[in-house]
């Protein structure tokens, strides 16, 4: 982002990242409890997602709770590791990816529906890159509570 958070921007990022009002309307929800309006802090929200400040904005829920995720990696040449990665990263299920420093280079979280679902798109990614991809489903869980201040005062 090329410019300093705004005031309501810094609002929204520390004080929901916990406590997301769940809600049919939780943006009206959040307006209220900031003196705005749902329009400003939805439109808020979308340029904090397109500036890449938020990566997704949604409920965490406990592995296989509601659905399945799976946690995958690949070895992608590194000249392809950004076409893969964005590849990678238009299925709607890929929830985020990075880059490693090993020989498994891209790491994923694939979460969908059902385990049927989940292995489907494990299934398409290697066949239309080519490459296999590592399936490394959950097999112990652990709470990190994984809330970041932008603000410090």
């Known amino acids: 982002m090329d410019r300093p958070l705004s005031e309501l921007e810094k609002r929204l990022v520390d004080g929901f990242q916990h406590d997301f009002p769940l809600h049919p309307r939780p943006f009206a929800i959040i307006a209220e409890r900031l003196g705005t309006d749902e329009r400003t802090v939805i439109e808020a929200l979308e340029g904090l997602r397109e500036a890449g400040v938020l990566g997704r904005i949604g409920a965490v829920v406990e592995p296989h709770r509601a659905g399945y995720s799976t946690l995958a990696a690949m070895q992608v040449p590194a000249p392809l590791l950004p076409q893969i990665a964005n590849f990678v990263s238009g299925y709607p299920e890929v929830t985020h990816n990075y880059e490693r420093e090993h020989r498994l280079n891209l790491w994923f ?45």
């Open 109 to 153: 979280v694939i979460a969908g529906p059902s385990r049927a679902r989940v292995a489907a798109v494990v299934a398409d990614i290697e066949y239309r890159t080519g490459l296999a991809v590592l399936d490394l489903p959950l097999e112990e869980a652990f709470h990190l509570d994984l809330g970041f201040r932008v603000q410090w005062n």
